[in-house]
């Protein structure tokens, strides 16, 4: 029996000028001439594609959609009509989204995340948005360290939300992630742990939590294979020796602060200040743990609502954040500068305030000026320039005069005798 929306391996039955026709133990199902390799004869097999041509016959295709059926592919807009919008497939014939399968209206160019389906009342090929109704994680069909196919769903607080084999959602953290991914993107990945409801404190079907190795979908299979027995192995001696890494450091913090309320109260009122240093370098886990200890929410964060319940005070501690998203140098790492502007948000929404330092106070004015034509070039109108302090202007009194380039004495410690010292000559690089 063949599969409609499938590949499928059938014999030639017959050879006519305009094509080949396959076996189907029917009539037989046309593969177009324009498809057929040379030299193919009656007996012999093709792998093919089966789908509905424009007056609804089953036709065979070489071609390769970029989707079968029970995948979710991200796919282009081509046109729209009243009853819905197609969408390019990689096939001759476009595929078709009902307007009740969409969640917005779908525009010409746009890309869009679909489920491709059989419609039952017409037997046909189609594609919907509304993919959430065939995820399911109430039975699992994975396993930790099961290497797997995720496509990225959606964006959320703490990472993204991933989808699994086309079957179950996941969480893939931002710390996790090392190259820049969004809505649709398809790769390799493992399962890193599986959190059951009794570890979430609460009813909940089980969520996998996803640890994706990017890298890995531009590897060989073997490769992955064997980064899959390295991880098994070290989280294996972990667990031997009873120790965990700089990540299970914070995950575990994070979850008992929000689950423990007890734990959270405690910790949000023994601290009177709290200090965030070099902010534009923080990964989203560690942005999570600094929200859980100071008390910010994200309002439209689930679990932020759960954890700011009613009578939940937040912290009464100063919150200072300090950082400068030009310098962000570690998002090969996880740290994402967006996790900056979120922390100022957050200290703004409490009635804080947000002071911009732009007054170079230790910088020559050529370095200032090389820094202010560099960062023009690079960030455009996001670069808020630096000021040069003018040795002439009213800060001259309070900061003396700008040290300009030129040669300098010190006075250094020098021979056997305490206290005997001697000038050094020192010329500056500018």
Not at 252 to 276: C, G, K, P, W, Y
Not at 280 to 306: I, K, P, Y
Request: include cysteine.
């Amino acid at each position: 029996m063949v599969r409609i929306g499938e590949y499928n391996e059938l014999k030639v039955i017959r050879v006519v000028d305009f094509g080949v026709y396959l076996d189907d133990e029917e009539e037989g199902i046309l593969l177009p001439k324009r498809f057929v390799p040379e030299g193919i004869q009656t007996g012999d097999s093709l792998r093919v594609f089966l789908y509905h041509d424009s007056e609804d016959r089953v036709i065979a295709t070489t071609l390769e959609p970029k989707g079968v059926v029970g995948d979710i592919v991200k796919l282009r807009a081509v046109d729209v009509t009243q009853q819905g919008a197609f969408l390019d497939w990689g096939l001759m014939k476009d595929i078709f989204v009902p307007k009740s399968q969409q969640m917005l209206r779908m525009i010409p160019g746009g890309e869009y995340l679909v489920k491709i389906y059989i419609d039952e009342r017409t037997g046909r090929i189609a594609a919907t948005e509304k993919i959430d109704q065939f995820l399911s994680n109430d039975t699992l069909t994975v396993r930790e360290m099961d290497v797997v196919d995720l496509v990225i769903y959606r964006r959320t607080d703490i990472g993204y939300l991933v989808i699994i084999n086309n079957k179950h959602t996941g969480v893939l953290h931002f710390n996790e992630i090392y190259r820049n991914i969004t809505a649709g993107d398809q790769f390799k990945g493992f399962i890193k742990k599986i959190y059951s409801a009794e570890d979430q404190g609460f009813v909940q079907t089980q969520v996998p939590q996803v640890e994706a190795d990017v890298i890995c979908a531009c590897l060989t299979p073997a490769l992955g294979v064997l980064l899959e027995h390295a991880w098994r192995g070290y989280t294996r001696l972990k667990q031997e020796r009873g120790v965990v890494d700089f990540v299970d450091i914070i995950t575990r913090l994070n979850h008992l602060l929000e689950t423990r309320e007890d734990l959270r109260r405690n910790v949000r009122q023994r601290f009177s200040a709290i200090l965030v240093d070099e902010a534009q370098d923080t990964n989203r886990l560690q942005r999570r743990m600094v929200n859980l200890l100071c008390g910010f929410a994200d309002e439209d964060d689930v679990s932020d609502r759960q954890t700011h319940s009613v009578g939940d005070p937040q912290s009464s501690a100063r919150v200072f954040v300090v950082g400068d998203w030009k310098q962000s140098i570690y998002t090969f790492r996880g740290a994402d500068p967006q996790s900056f502007d979120d922390f100022a948000k957050a200290v703004k929404a409490r009635g804080g305030e947000e002071t911009t330092l732009s007054m170079s106070r230790r910088s020559a004015p050529a370095v200032v000026r090389g820094i202010n034509s560099l960062g023009l070039s690079l960030f455009a109108q996001r670069y808020e320039a630096l000021a040069i302090l003018d040795a002439e202007g009213p800060d001259a009194q309070a900061t003396d005069a700008v040290p300009q380039p030129g040669t300098y004495w010190v006075t250094l410690p020098a021979g056997d005798k305490a206290g005997t010292k001697k000038p050094v000559k020192l010329d500056p690089v500018l």
